[in-house]
Every structure is written in structure tokens, then in C-alpha cells.
């Protein structure tokens, strides 16, 4: 059963709540039914609520979606789970980028194949955004993916007035976040021989941005 034959029978108000991740889960479950066909274990990095993995896992049956995240998220992720299990979504690893290695489930044998970040790059300060794609980098195979989503700048500039106003309310709150320079997030995903294959222009100024490992 979905999680969408379930919305009547759960009290989606006693759930923590983001309003972001209702409003973009389709849209990137689209990009995601294509671009993860192929897939088997997908590391979701950063998965905040919980919302997005149980959307994502139901719809992408034929692979095991896991989940992480600091461990003060993991009671919000796991209420979510419990509120919309499915048989192939995985309770949250402990996952901190500043001081972990990629974690591992030890109840699968199965490497990761993918990863997906949704809103995590314009959050985490710019150093910890180079250990991501360093991570990345030495856990994918050839020909493995990470994708990730959010608002990024282009040509040096902002894509919309409402960028600009929220890339100065995260840098009022922490100095070292701030929406990104595409062209920054492509050079360093080359350094860790991540090439960009594809960009999807998304919902309200964000975008989607597929790498392959070379």
C-alpha cells in the first residue's frame, strides 16, 4: 500500500512537519523514477523529517531506500516510518558530516549505488559540503549517482529575487551557509571524478543536479 491510500488513516498534523518537502516530493519523485531505473541502495544523506523517504520508497519498490541523519533527527524520521512503513525504506542511520565516514547498515551486504541530498548544501557550512562530495567520491562506483536538490546560483548571480532573499536570512543565521554557486558545486564534484550528466530545472527556482561517478 502507498502512503498516499494512507493520508486519511494518519494524523499527518501530529507528524513533524515540512511544508518544503509536500510541496517537491512529486517533482523529484518524476526525476527520480528515471533517473535511479537502475538502481539498488540509495543513501539519502540528510533526510531532515523523513517526509521525502517515505514518498520515495513506496513509488521506487525495486530498490532499498536508507536513510540518515544526526541522531536528533532520527526520532522525527522514525515517526514518520512508523506512521508509513514500507517493506524496502530503512531506519536512520547516524550520519554527522563532520566527524563520520559513510555508515553502513550492518543488516544489508549491499553497497550504495546512489546517493540523493535534498536542501542540505545551501545548510551545512562550505567545508562540510566539500567532505560530502569527498565522501561521495570514494564510496560510488563508476557509473553510480548523486543527485541533490535545492536552490543554486548561476553565472554569478541569483536565479530569482526570492533566492536572494533567502540565501541573506541563511547567512544572517550562519555566515558559512548560503545558496550555492553551481559552478562551484561542479568544479569540486570533478575533483572527486563526479561529472555533471544532467540538470532539471524545478518548482520555485531549484534544481536537480545528476552526478556520475567517472
Not at 535511479?36 to 519498490?61: D, K
Not at 555508515?103 to 562550505?126: C, E, K
Not at 543554486?152 to 526570492?162: A, K
Not at 533567502?166 to 543565521?173: E, K, S, Y
Request: proline share 5%; net charge negative.
Amino acid at each position: 500500500m502507498h502512503n498516499d491510500d494512507l493520508n486519511n488513516k494518519v494524523d499527518v498534523s501530529a507528524l513533524p512537519f515540512s511544508q518544503a518537502c509536500e510541496n517537491n516530493k512529486q517533482p523529484i519523485l518524476e526525476v527520480l523514477q528515471s533517473e535511479l531505473q537502475g538502481s539498488n541502495h540509495v543513501l539519502e544523506i540528510g533526510s531532515g523529517t523523513g517526509q521525502h523517504s517515505v514518498y520515495f520508497a513506496p513509488h521506487l519498490a525495486h530498490l532499498k531506500w536508507q536513510t540518515s541523519d544526526v541522531t536528533s533527527n532520527h526520532r522525527h524520521i522514525i515517526a514518520w516510518h512508523d506512521a508509513y512503513p514500507a517493506p524496502n525504506l530503512y531506519a536512520p542511520l547516524a550520519f554527522d558530516l563532520s566527524t563520520d565516514a559513510v555508515p553502513v547498515n550492518s543488516q544489508l551486504n549491499l553497497p550504495y549505488d546512489a546517493m540523493f541530498t535534498a536542501n542540505t548544501l545551501h545548510i551545512i557550512g562550505w567545508d562540510l559540503v566539500k567532505k560530502l562530495f569527498a565522501l561521495a567520491g570514494d564510496t560510488l562506483q563508476t557509473d553510480d549517482k548523486l543527485i541533490v536538490y535545492g536552490p543554486f546560483n548561476e553565472h554569478g548571480d541569483y536565479t530569482s529575487e526570492g533566492n536572494q532573499r533567502f540565501d541573506a536570512m541563511l547567512r544572517a543565521g550562519n555566515p558559512d551557509s548560503g545558496i550555492r554557486h553551481k559552478e562551484d558545486i561542479v568544479s569540486l564534484a570533478k575533483v572527486h571524478h563526479l561529472q555533471l550528466r544532467k540538470t532539471y530545472t524545478m518548482p520555485a527556482n531549484n534544481q536537480l543536479l545528476v552526478f556520475q561517478k567517472i
